[in-house]
């Protein structure tokens, strides 16, 4: 993302004055097949503070290639793309890592269910139906920016490179809220993770070797799990994995071939073996809950069993 210096110090220019125009700390990529209404974004834009930039790709990939390019703090995406859709483009960035923080605020005539609950979920994206108001449209994009500069810099967890629960939360609006109308049926997996051996070896070891662990323990995992799968830390001693777009029946399988290659044997740097101990509770959308609270509790539930039985995994019921 663009630096930028929220200091309270720091002189704030009027809108349209030179000076906020030169002073452009947020890159916003267009995407747009409608160049009257992206030189219109853009006048706009620029006057407000905003560096903003069009694109108008072939493809899916072009899109998401324009957006790596221009390096975009914020997307605003077209439904009614050349030959192709926009919601393409928006599950494609939502499972790219590179854009995790980047939030993508559809802009489009289409008022229909289905394309609404893409963007209007509270999480980082959003939603707004043409026409519009510029004004609006250029406030969204500011407080959307904002929360997601929030969450990167301030909710996650360096130590093990994981994002927080506050990020976690609102990527899983947002997922649920797509999935609701998603035509394909595809589910929304939510499991729970808890590992046996962080504890015990911190307190025998010291915080670094504890540290060194869940750092394996999470790479085990991103190896084993999809690229588009979200993990993120729930609780002080809980991880949280949200696996979206896949079949609801592929998911538990999914997660049982991570859990094996999260406990296989591990030796500390000195020698030492650890007992990984992971275990899981997972549950989906929309089997098991209508809600990321009513997700949540179903996994806790879930992993709650799955402790009480002794099992690696268990499905909520």
């Not at 072939?58 to 050349?82: F, K, P, Q, S």
């Not at 993508?104 to 707004?128: H, K, M, N, P, Y």
């Not at 997972?282 to 990321?292: E, I, L, N, Q, R």
Request: proline share 6%; with cysteine.
């Amino acid at each position: 993302m663009t630096t930028v210096s929220n200091g309270p110090d720091e002189p704030r220019a009027q809108p349209g004055s030179i000076t906020r125009r030169l002073a452009a700390t947020t890159r916003v990529l267009v995407i747009e097949d409608e160049h009257d209404i992206a030189d219109f974004l853009r006048a706009y834009f620029r006057a407000s503070g905003f560096d903003l930039v069009h694109s108008d790709p072939d493809d899916v990939a072009g899109a998401v290639d324009a957006v790596a390019e221009h390096d975009a703090d914020c997307v605003l995406l077209d439904v009614r793309l050349r030959g192709f859709s926009g919601l393409e483009v928006h599950r494609r960035l939502r499972d790219d890592p590179r854009f995790t923080f980047v939030p993508v605020i559809l802009v489009s005539a289409d008022t229909s269910a289905g394309v609404r609950a893409v963007g209007v979920a509270g999480g980082l994206d959003g939603f707004v139906p043409k026409p519009f108001s510029v004004e609006s449209l250029a406030e969204l994009v500011s407080g959307r920016v904002r929360r997601a500069r929030r969450l990167a810099e301030e909710g996650s967890d360096e130590r093990l490179g994981l994002l927080g629960p506050e990020f976690l939360a609102a990527r899983l609006a947002d997922e649920l809220n797509a999935a609701a109308h998603d035509p394909h049926r595809r589910a929304v997996g939510l499991a729970l993770l808890r590992v046996g051996a962080a504890g015990d070896v911190r307190s025998q070891h010291g915080d670094e070797a504890g540290d060194w662990v869940g750092r394996r323990v999470v790479q085990r995992l991103r190896e084993a799990l999809p690229p588009s799968a979200v993990i993120a830390r729930s609780s002080d001693d809980e991880l949280a994995v949200v696996l979206a777009g896949l079949a609801a029946a592929a998911i538990s399988p999914c997660l049982h071939d991570a859990l094996d290659a999260v406990n296989r044997a591990l030796e500390l740097p000195g020698g030492a073996p650890v007992a990984i101990g992971a275990t899981g509770g997972v549950a989906w959308f929309p089997d098991h809950a209508a809600s990321p609270d009513e997700l949540y509790m179903a996994a806790d539930a879930a992993l709650v069993d799955a402790l009480d039985r002794g099992v690696p995994l268990t499905v909520a019921r």
